[in-house]
């Protein structure tokens, strides 16, 4: 396993390693076990594959199986939700690699979000988590949007129905158990806190490696010639294609945060001139994008380059979900952005004074794009789709 670079860090987190070394030194102190409480729960081994390093772990929310097992069921259950409909893998599938296949997702009252669900394959890696906020660096504060938020109601959980819903967990025949299991030491472990808790431990192991791609990396798969091709201009190896320099690395996408190789990598937003609304430089009202975070006017039409891992099973594409396929979004690519409309958002987002400017320099012909689009499919990690451990634990 590489180091990991200790230096970029929140002082909140410290190295997955010593969380188990935490874990230890808590079960060797007791931690609780005599009062007739659960014994501690066993700690944590990462298997990961060759160059990844493992992801950030808070130092308040140690991994561990049982927690990790708790958290996969709760992510599952639409007994989460206010009205007992939608679980988080509702929106986040498996088998699409943790999409839902809408443009833009459904809320368990049916009241539509904004922005299309990403996947969550590596999201554990992730700089920062979302279509266009900076703020929230772990899953644990992400899991806030989709439970809490009210704009739009996601899971719809609120202060009149938290209490409730808890209910729901304690009455079940296993909750009580796992939850104690999981949160070995505390007498009352079922509360929110620790819902969120299990959940993002069970995210932290969604770990995609083993595609194609991943596989003719480590010399037990071969590309095709179209693949090859595609692939040496996705990495600048020729041509003027640039997609690296915002989909850059392990994740293809993003700007990893302790990178899967050990690294720490930069968050990355940008305008890729979908928009102009009248010339104005507008985005749709719903969908500005890093503005609505920092309120510069540059910020405009900034929304973070998606990782590319599985992005054929992602469709379909980008923020709003407006585009339904690889080849289009790569057409628009190509094209320096798009002419929108008819309609109240008409305009041609190629103009777009807050565009990156590196969009206007890709150069990709038809073949290119052909290559480009056969790369990106080798992407797909079967192996991960079909991986029980990921699976839904309620389905028969
Ligand atoms: C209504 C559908 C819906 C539900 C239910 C939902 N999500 Fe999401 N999820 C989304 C959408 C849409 C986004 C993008 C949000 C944005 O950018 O504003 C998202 C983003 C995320 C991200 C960020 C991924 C990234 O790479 O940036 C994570 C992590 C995530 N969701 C986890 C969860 C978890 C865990 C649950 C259950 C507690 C959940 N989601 C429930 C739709 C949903
Ligand atoms: C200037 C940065 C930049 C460059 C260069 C770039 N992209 Fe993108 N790409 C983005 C951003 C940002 C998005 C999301 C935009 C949005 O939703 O508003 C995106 C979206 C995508 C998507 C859709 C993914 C999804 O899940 O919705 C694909 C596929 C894609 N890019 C492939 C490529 C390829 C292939 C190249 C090289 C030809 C490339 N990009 C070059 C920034 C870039």
Not at 244 to 268: E, K, S, Y
Not at 316 to 338: N, Q
Not at 364 to 373: G, R, S, T, Y
Request: charged content about 15%; some cysteine; aromatic content about 8%.
């Amino acid at each position: 396993m590489p180091p990991v670079p200790s230096g970029h860090r929140p002082a909140s987190f410290h190295a997955p390693v010593l969380s188990c070394v935490a874990l230890v030194l808590l079960a060797a102190c007791g931690g609780g076990a005599d009062a007739g409480l659960p014994a501690e729960p066993p700690g944590w081994t990462w298997s990961l594959p060759p160059g990844f390093a493992p992801p950030l772990v808070p130092a308040d929310n140690p991994m561990n199986t049982a927690k990790v097992e708790l958290g996969r069921r709760l992510f599952h259950d639409a007994r989460l939700s206010a009205n007992g409909t939608l679980s988080c893998a509702g929106c986040h599938a498996g088998a699409l690699a943790f999409t839902d296949g809408r443009a833009v997702a459904r809320g368990a009252t049916g009241q539509n979000h904004p922005r299309n669900a990403p996947g969550l394959f590596n999201a554990a890696y992730q700089a920062t988590l979302d279509w266009a906020n900076p703020a929230p660096r772990t899953l644990e504060q992400q899991m806030h949007t989709p439970l809490f938020g009210e704009q739009p109601i996601e899971m719809g959980v609120n202060d009149a129905n938290r209490d409730a819903i808890l209910q729901r967990l304690q009455s079940d025949a296993q909750y009580p158990n796992r939850f104690a299991q999981a949160f070995g030491g505390e007498t009352a472990p079922l509360h929110w806190d620790n819902v969120i808790k299990a959940i993002a431990a069970f995210e932290r192991t969604l770990v995609s490696a083993g595609s194609r791609y991943d596989q003719a990396r480590t010399g037990t798969a071969t590309l095709t010639d179209s693949e090859q091709r595609g692939q040496a201009l996705f990495f600048g190896a020729q041509g003027a294609a640039h997609c690296v320099q915002c989909h850059g690395g392990p994740n293809l996408g993003g700007g990893a945060f302790v990178n899967i190789d050990g690294r720490v990598g930069t968050p990355g937003f940008h305008n890729i001139g979908l928009f102009n609304i009248n010339g104005s430089s507008a985005y749709p009202d719903s969908n500005r994008g890093l503005i609505e975070f920092t309120g510069k006017p540059e910020d405009m039409g900034k929304f973070r380059a998606p990782s590319l891992r599985n992005v054929a099973l992602t469709a379909p594409y980008l923020h709003d979900g407006s585009v339904a396929t690889l080849e289009a979004v790569l057409a628009l690519h190509a094209d320096g952005g798009r002419v929108f409309g008819p309609g109240p958002y008409a305009g041609d987002g190629r103009a777009n004074p807050y565009k990156d400017p590196l969009i206007d320099q890709i150069r990709i012909d038809a073949q290119e794009q052909a290559d480009l689009v056969a790369f990106l499919k080798t992407l797909t990690d079967t192996p991960a789709l079909a991986d029980p451990r990921f699976a839904d634990p309620f389905a028969r």
